[in-house]
């Protein structure tokens, strides 16, 4: 009887923990994918999050490239995506981390080395369909994914 009550404490606390973590905030999970390396696009095409609740953005990078991560507001993906293009000539780009100067933008990570992971806080009050792309120069066409955010 031992045997099989503590398995199951356990079990429900973690339960219990789960729920109550979901409450206070929501952990989001995005990769680069690595295998094979260099392929220059996102584990996942389409990731959800409810909205009005606080949402952490954990981006992790275990590809051999430099990437980012962007969310952008909705429908401005080919825009935002132009800039980063247009940073292949900016002097400073590397030091902004290949990060555009746009009010498109809402939330973006520096530029995360290969075996490295940022996580980003934020929360998104209206539903919507959210950009999400990497502005490393090149990468974005192939590189992007959405924050699907409903009510
Ligand atoms: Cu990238």
Same mark, same amino acid.
């Given at each position: 009887? &031992?045997?099989?009550?503590? *398995? ?9 923990? /789960?729920?109550? @973590? ?23 095409? @389409?990731?959800?999050? &409810?909205?009005?609740?606080? !949402? ?14 962007? !969310?952008?507001? *909705?429908?401005? &993906? ?12 900016? *002097? ?10 746009s ?14 992971? @940022?996580?980003l ?6 539903? /919507? @369909?959210? *950009? ?7 990468h ?10 409903? &009510?």
């Amino acid at each position: 009887m &031992k045997y099989i009550l503590l *398995p199951l404490i356990i079990l429900s606390s973690n339960l219990l923990f /789960g729920a109550d @973590e979901k409450k206070s905030s929501q952990s989001l999970i995005l990769s680069a994918k690595a295998d094979p390396p260099g392929q220059m696009k996102f584990d996942q095409s @389409e990731i959800k999050a &409810k909205a009005g609740t606080p !949402i952490e953005l954990t981006f992790k990078n275990p590809d051999l490239l430099q990437h980012n991560v962007l !969310i952008l507001k *909705p429908g401005t &993906k080919d825009k935002v995506g132009a800039l980063a293009d247009a940073m292949l000539t900016d *002097p400073d780009a590397l030091k902004k981390h290949y990060v555009p100067t746009s009010t498109d933008i809402l939330h973006s990570s520096k530029l995360v080395n290969p075996g490295g992971s @940022e996580t980003l806080k934020f929360t998104i009050k209206e539903a /919507g @369909e959210y *950009p999400i792309i990497c502005t490393f120069p090149g990468h974005w066409r192939l590189m992007n994914a959405v924050l699907k955010v409903e &009510k």
